[in-house]
């Protein structure tokens, strides 16, 4: 099994920056993608920010330029940079990790964390 664990979600005003991490523990020979997502009351999880192990960024549209993700294998930790927070950021951030374990690869979700972002 693989433990996600999470931190740094927050209240905080707009234009705020702040700062989510997420380590990977557990058993597993790799970890592939890190990702983050986050969830809008009613509405299915989006993508925020993914990197591949080779270091390849992706990130959604509404937090290009604003948001940064971060890969540390040493540590088997993700974490994301956001600056300039809006209201509309507000929501319930999850990690995503996909890690390789013969015989295959599996998927891992974080227990989420909520950033508040609001005057």
């Known amino acids: 099994q693989v433990q996600l664990v999470e931190s740094g979600g927050d209240l905080v005003q707009p234009g705020d920056s702040l700062r989510l991490s997420c380590a990977a523990s557990?058993?597993?020979?790799?970890?592939?993608?890190m990702a983050w997502y986050r969830q809008f009351p009613g509405k299915e999880r989006e993508l925020v920010a993914s990197v591949s192990s080779d270091g390849t960024q992706n990130y959604g549209d509404s937090v290009k330029g604003r948001f940064t993700i971060y890969r540390d294998n040493s540590k088997s930790t993700v974490a994301l940079q956001m600056n300039s927070l809006k209201p509309e950021d507000t929501a319930v951030y999850y990690c995503?990790?996909?890690?390789?374990?013969?015989?295959?690869?599996?998927?891992?979700w974080g227990q989420g964390t909520q950033v508040t972002v609001s005057s």
């Open positions: 995503n990790v996909q890690i390789q374990r013969f015989p295959g690869t599996y998927n891992y």
């Open positions: 557990g058993s597993f020979d790799r970890i592939n993608n």
